[in-house]
């Protein structure tokens, strides 16, 4: 089966499933991609890309939206348990924020896009800063290791009850490429300003259909874990 999409004002077909190739931008060895159109709630027609290189570890994963999208950021304050479960969907092009915790999760060139809840999305960054810490303990790295462990308290309280949790978050996800959202009553969502585009990254594996070929959309900085400070 085929569908018609338009990109850039023209329409082209794309078929249900696919394959292109590639490097692995690991080893360099010939890398196939797989493509999968579906569709979902709230989204519509979307195609799911994954590739694992059969020469090394590098594996790759996306859900691409086939409908555009103007760039965008949603945000969403923590407060109560039910905002917990609002359901997240973030793109390999997404960046995530908590600015009242200083972190800041950036896409990088072995990003996953993935579907959670906000409280997922915690545990996520925990695992992060968990390790973090650990390696900084390992280095002596002791201021590291107390931003760390005050780091995780905060996580933790919010998880347990964002109510009594002595820190108030709001959560936010920017995305240029607009394939990210946070669907919650409670959400907000607002176009990205021209400083905001200019200043995140998409980390994104990109087809060009009039080329036929992939291109990397990444910088030397992108940091594919994200940070805290």
């Known amino acids: 089966m ?3 999409f338009s990109h850039s004002g023209e329409f082209f077909l794309i078929e249900d499933t696919f394959e292109t190739r590639t490097n692995c931008p690991l080893c360099q060895n010939e ?8 569709n979902i709630p709230y989204f519509g027609d979307i195609m799911y890309t994954t590739s694992i290189c059969s020469n090394c570890t ?11 999208k103007d760039p965008v950021c949603y945000s969403l304050s923590v ?35 993935y579907i959670t809840n906000v409280e997922g999305v915690l545990q996520r960054i925990r695992g ?35 109510e009594t949790a002595d820190c108030k978050i709001t959560l936010e996800i920017k995305d240029p490429l607009g394939n990210s959202a946070i669907l919650s009553a ?22 060009d259909i009039d080329k036929d070929e992939l291109s990397h959309d990444v910088s030397d900085e992108t940091s594919p874990i ?3 400070e």
Do not use: H
């Not at 890398?31 to 579906?38: A, E, F, H, S, T």
């Not at 996306?62 to 409908?67: M, P, Q, S, V």
């Not at 780091?151 to 009850?161: P, T, Y």
């Open 58 to 68: 590098f594996r790759f994963a996306d859900t691409l939206i086939l409908t555009g």
């Open 226 to 228: 994200g940070r805290f």
């Open 128 to 162: 992060v800063v968990e390790s973090a810490t650990r390696w900084s303990e390992a280095d002596c790295e002791l201021d590291k290791v107390e931003r760390g462990l005050y780091l995780l308290a905060r996580i933790d309280e919010i998880i347990e009850n964002p």
């Open 2 to 4: 085929q569908r018609r």
């Open 186 to 207: 409670n959400a907000k969502s607002r176009p990205l300003t021209c400083d905001e585009l200019e200043s995140l990254k998409t980390g994104m594996i990109i087809l």
């Open 79 to 113: 407060n109560t348990p039910d905002d917990l479960d609002a359901r997240v969907i973030r793109s390999t092009s997404g960046t995530i924020l908590i600015q009242e915790l200083g972190i800041m999760v950036e896409p990088g060139p072995i990003s996953e896009s």
């Open 31 to 38: 890398l196939v991609m797989k493509w999968q159109r579906d």
